[in-house]
């Protein structure tokens, strides 16, 4: 099977932050890994800027070893990689400062496209968008990619998008939200419109319930300082569990078009209830097998900061009136695993015996760590002896349906990069999206701090809190079993 991808046109990307964890660990690698997959073209360039004093051949030589460490093996033939390391150069630029600008603008060809990544601190995208505008490095139609956090509640997200406004129009402004980047997610839309067999049963009617699972097996990783301020609310559930249930439950846009996309997603959040505090649970991590306590990890012997939170969520229209949508996250706990689970109801009549009682049909959209799909049927078990039902998965993992070129499929930050290029906006945020979202999250939290919530312990390599069972028990369902 030959994929058919869309040309990207020749580009000067520079990326702010090229020395730091994100470049080093996830945007170069993509970048490279899109170079050996044939889908750069030839005038690609990119430029690494940091405050960090150094040439382009030791940039280089740390996106090599950047390249070793997070690619594949097979992928690494030293032609390819000095190819592409050809392709890339360094100017030290200081956003806060003067210093480097005017390099960086002799750096920038005429007519080709513009992206400038900000893989740095949210307080630095002002300066370094103004200075982009100020020495005139940015021409129209430059496009701009920004990270998350992106603000840390209603306030200081209009703020940051006011800032931003204030040198680049929306349309050149790409809020990344990696868990959009990913092949099932995009997957989610063509499985729901690109198939006659599902929207029709995509409703309060036919679907019981929602759940929406990100369970990672990774403590707070050296980002304690940032995440204690932080907690699960804000760094997981505002956004990506957010975007994972907007897709779940927009409406069908008119086109596969940036504004339509995000026009639908915006309604789902602004048609979000508030969420009763009987309907959350909020945990923290304590020493157990999966590692050492949460305040040990973020180095805060007192910290009221969740690193789980589970949720009850009404999406309040006329499509999921009584579906309710589970969403939960959390650190430490025992598998990797993130996924968007259905469950249909079960069938309202049953004509079989009571012990071959039909099971209600899950859809399972794996987003990790195996990307797939996969629908759960009732069928007749095989064999004599009468009756007898049985529950089996109709898997569509990629590799087994579409051969095992298709399950190299690339990661979401490479994914994400070329739709930059290539000026598609479908796969990001839009910055009214991100204030809504907020709007939603700020009193949830605002709740908490009110009363000096405590966050109910759970065991480091655990599920979670019992309590974020008894939310599921309670309405008679239950969880799926975390597992990788
Ligand atoms: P990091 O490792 O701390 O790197 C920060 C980068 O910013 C470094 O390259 C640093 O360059 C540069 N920098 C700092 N001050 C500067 C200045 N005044 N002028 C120019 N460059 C400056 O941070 P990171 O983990 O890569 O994160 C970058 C962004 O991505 C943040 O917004 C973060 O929230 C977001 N993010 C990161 C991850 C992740 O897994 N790391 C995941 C999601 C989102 P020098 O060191 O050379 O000074």
Redesign the pocket.
């Known amino acids: 099977m030959v994929a058919r991808v869309i040309p990207v046109e020749d580009f000067d990307l520079v990326i702010?932050?090229?020395?730091?964890?994100?470049?080093r660990?996830?945007i170069l690698p993509g970048l490279y890994r899109r170079f050996w997959a044939g889908q750069m073209p030839p005038g690609a360039r990119i430029i690494g800027?940091?405050?960090?004093d150094q040439e382009t051949e030791s940039f280089r030589a740390t996106v090599r070893e950047a390249i070793a460490e997070f690619v594949a093996a097979e992928k690494c033939d030293p032609e390819t990689v000095a190819a592409f390391l050809d392709g890339l150069s360094y100017v030290t630029?200081?956003?806060?400062g003067t210093g480097g600008w005017q390099a960086l603008k002799d750096r920038m060809r005429e007519n080709v496209v513009q992206a400038f990544y900000f893989?740095?601190?949210?307080s630095?995208f002002g300066a370094i968008a103004e200075r982009l505008k100020g020495n005139g490095i940015a021409r129209d139609g430059a496009r701009i990619v920004v990270?998350?956090?992106f603000g840390r509640d209603l306030d200081t997200a209009r703020a940051l998008n006011a800032t931003l406004a204030a040198h680049f129009d929306e349309t050149q402004i790409y809020r990344i939200d990696h868990y959009l980047g990913k092949e099932t997610v995009q997957n989610l839309m063509a499985v729901r419109f690109a198939n006659m067999l599902f929207e029709p049963l995509w409703n309060a009617q036919y679907i019981d319930h929602v759940q929406i699972t990100v369970a990672e097996t990774v403590g707070v990783e050296g980002r304690g300082a940032?995440y204690d301020g932080s907690g699960a609310m804000r760094d997981m559930v505002q956004n990506h569990l957010m975007q994972l249930l907007c897709l779940t439950a927009m409406e069908p846009p008119a086109h596969f078009e940036p504004n339509a996309v995000r026009d639908e997603k915006l309604k789902v959040i602004r048609a979000l209830d508030p969420v009763d505090s009987d309907d959350i649970v909020r945990g923290q991590y304590k020493a157990g097998p999966g590692g050492a306590s949460y305040r040990d990890d973020a180095g805060n012997p007192d910290s009221l900061t969740e690193s789980f939170v589970a949720m009850k969520v009404h999406v309040s229209n006329w499509r999921w009136n009584g579906t309710p949508f589970y969403l939960r996250t959390g650190k430490r706990m025992k598998a990797r695993m993130s996924e968007i689970v259905v469950q249909f109801k079960e069938p309202p009549h049953n004509i079989f015996t009571e012990a071959a009682h039909p099971r209600a049909n899950i859809l399972t959209i794996r987003l990790q760590p195996d990307e797939g799909i996969d629908l759960r049927m009732t069928i007749k078990e095989p064999g004599p002896g009468g009756m007898r039902l049985v529950e089996v998965p109709m898997d569509m993992s990629f590799a087994e349906a579409l051969g095992p070129e298709a399950a190299d499929i690339p990661d979401a930050y490479e994914r994400l990069i070329m739709d930059v290029i290539r000026g598609n906006q479908t796969l990001f945020m839009r910055g009214d999206e991100v204030e809504a979202a907020w709007a939603w999250t700020d009193p949830i939290i605002a709740g908490w701090t009110a009363r000096d919530d405590v966050p109910l312990p759970y065991d480091a390599g655990s599920a979670g809190p019992e309590d974020a069972l008894i939310l599921l028990y309670r309405d008679s369902r239950r969880w799926r079993e975390i597992a990788g």
Not at 49 to 52: E, F, G, L, S
Request: charged share 25%; hydrophobic share 45%; glycine share 8%.
């Open positions: 702010f932050g090229a020395t730091g964890d994100l470049a660990r996830k800027a940091a405050r960090t630029v200081d956003a806060m893989s740095v601190a949210p630095l990270e998350k956090p940032y």
